[in-house]
């Protein structure tokens, strides 16, 4: 994995799924270039420095990927100062409550533009470039929520936009396996990333048969695995990594 670039997006604190995953990707040794919120250059500056430590190089860039181009501002920026990427990595969501009473447009837009079309271009964009390249292998990885294991009240724009990218890695899988590039989606299940209040803690406490919610390690681990030539013949594929969380 030495000569290999990742792109890992929406990595903007320590505790997130992808500050783990761009850490457990140095670790193997792949070069790394993350995204992050503008507001967080301190932070990335400062995480940059830990991921060179692992002797690898690492890059990053404060985007906006709701901004329409901005799927091209990123590869291209990769492509300048890395090299062009065999791995992308798309982490990058928004969030917002909403449910049926609170529901508009621009609850629905703000979705739409960072958890379907910045995805979803983010990944056409990389199997066009990656077929010009004439790469050898490819990986593609998305994030979603198990928007398919049961409901999710009051998150109808976010349950409904994550859950479209299941429907897009299985039919982009097929069109990409002829270049050598897999696609698959990982569902990490409730994943303690500094979200969860101490009152959501305990009530979840009984649904977590395995003693404990999930930790971005488990969910790095996975995406690691997914990046690596044995996991060549695992495509079009919704991972749920959920611990056995039991929904009742």
């Given at each position: 994995?030495?000569?290999?670039?990742?792109?890992?997006?929406?990595?903007?604190?320590?505790?997130g799924i992808g500050a783990a995953v761009c850490c457990k990707l140095a670790e193997a040794?792949?070069?790394?270039?993350?995204?992050?919120?503008?507001?967080?250059?301190?932070?990335?500056?400062?995480?940059?420095?830990?991921?060179?430590?692992?002797?690898?190089?690492?890059?990053?860039?404060?985007?906006?990927?709701?901004?329409?181009?901005?799927?091209?501002?990123?590869?291209?920026?990769?492509?300048?100062?890395l090299g062009f990427p065999t791995i992308l990595v798309n982490n990058a969501a928004h969030?917002?409550?909403?449910?049926?009473?609170?529901?508009?447009?621009?609850?629905?837009?703000?979705?739409?533009?960072?958890?379907?079309?910045?995805?979803?271009?983010?990944?056409?964009?990389?199997?066009?470039?990656?077929?010009?390249?004439?790469?050898?292998?490819?990986?593609?990885?998305?994030?979603?929520?198990?928007?398919?294991?049961?409901?999710?009240?009051?998150?109808?724009?976010?349950?409904?936009?994550?859950?479209?990218?299941?429907?897009?890695?299985?039919?982009?899988?097929?069109?990409?396996?002829?270049?050598?590039?897999?696609?698959?989606?990982?569902?990490?299940?409730?994943?303690?990333?500094?979200?969860?209040?101490?009152?959501?803690?305990?009530?979840?406490?009984?649904?977590?048969?395995?003693?404990?919610?999930?930790?971005?390690?488990?969910?790095?681990?996975?995406?690691?695995?997914l990046t690596k030539e044995e996991a060549g013949w695992v495509t079009g594929q919704v991972?749920?990594?959920?611990?056995?969380?039991?929904?009742?």
């Open positions: 994995m030495k000569s290999k670039i990742a792109v890992v997006t929406g990595v903007s604190h320590s505790n040794g792949t070069d790394i270039f993350f995204t992050y919120w503008k507001t967080e250059q301190s932070w990335a500056i400062l995480f940059q420095k830990e991921i060179e430590k692992f002797g690898v190089r690492c890059n990053s860039l404060a985007v906006d990927l709701a901004e329409e181009g901005a799927y091209l501002q990123l590869l291209d920026t990769v492509q300048e100062s969030s917002a409550r909403d449910g049926y009473e609170k529901l508009d447009t621009k609850t629905l837009d703000d979705h739409y533009k960072v958890n379907m079309r910045a995805t979803f271009m983010l990944s056409v964009e990389f199997a066009r470039r990656f077929k010009t390249g004439r790469y050898s292998a490819g990986r593609i990885i998305n994030m979603t929520s198990g928007q398919d294991q049961g409901p999710m009240i009051e998150e109808l724009a976010y349950g409904a936009t994550k859950g479209a990218i299941s429907a897009f890695t299985l039919s982009l899988s097929a069109e990409l396996a002829p270049l050598g590039i897999t696609v698959n989606a990982v569902n990490p299940g409730p994943t303690d990333t500094g979200w969860m209040t101490y009152e959501l803690k305990k009530r979840l406490e009984s649904k977590f048969l395995m003693g404990r919610a999930g930790k971005p390690e488990d969910a790095a681990n996975l995406i690691t695995f991972i749920h990594s959920e611990g056995a969380f039991y929904r009742s």
